[in-house]
């Protein structure tokens, strides 16, 4: 009798376990595309985006190695801070060179839109706080950037539309640049397919860089998502190919 109770006991238990919902925040990842989503990460959760990056024949470089970290932070329904950084870069020209890389502080408002609306217009600034001085991929490392972002769902497909305005340097002199990107996903089972374009301009060369990127990612778990993907330059001042892999992970335990 009593082990049937037992039994009856755990079998309760089990099925009770089995019918709670699963709380895990979701991440929302920024990468492996060039365009960064308009909608934030969920109030309160740290997320990191960390990667690692390829790119091959570019006007500054024959090839470079870097990996890459993204820190996010919410810490309001509408206001997201994020640090962006390059823990360590490689690249081979004429002079071999590995160092730390570039950081960058940013924060990200939402202008229009809500957890439950269809599109989300955002903006963003964000401003170098460390300089590396190695040779980046053909649209540079800006000083400071300001972004307009679209996020939106239609006909099954996600897009994420972004225009850029950044300030460049090359020694003592500024010059800007222009900036649009649009990336295209949608879900095949539970891999995500994304395919974007982008174009900058490159004031300092009197000419534009333009690409084609593809890109695959998996959620492993509702806060774990594994990416990766390659870029092809389409134009002569665009680094020839560019290649990348990494996670987002969003902790789950919130901060308050």
Known sequence: MWCELLLCS????????AQQ??????????????STPATLTPVGYLQFETGVFGAINSPDFSSR??????VK????????????????????????????????????AVL??????PATLSMSFLHKIREAGAPEVDFGAPRNSALILLSSDALGFHFDINGLVNELEEGSIR???IGQTLSLSHPLKRITVSSEIWHFTQPFLNAHAVGNLWAIA???RKNFVVDGGFNRGLTST???WEMFAGFTYLLPHKLW
């Open 112 to 117: 229009i839109g809500a957890k439950e609306s």
């Open 73 to 108: 932070l919410t810490v309001q329904s509408r206001l997201q801070l994020l640090l962006e950084s390059e823990p360590l870069v490689h690249t081979s020209s004429e002079i071999k060179l590995t160092k730390f890389g570039d950081a960058v502080l940013g924060v990200q």
């Open 175 to 177: 010059r800007t640049q």
């Open 218 to 220: 998996y959620p492993v």
């Open 10 to 17: 755990l079998g309760v238990c089990g099925v009770a376990a």
């Open 238 to 240: 665009s680094t020839r």
């Open 65 to 70: 190695i870097n990996a890459t970290e993204v």
């Open 21 to 34: 919902p699963d709380i895990t925040p979701e991440a929302n990842p920024g990468r492996p595309t060039v």
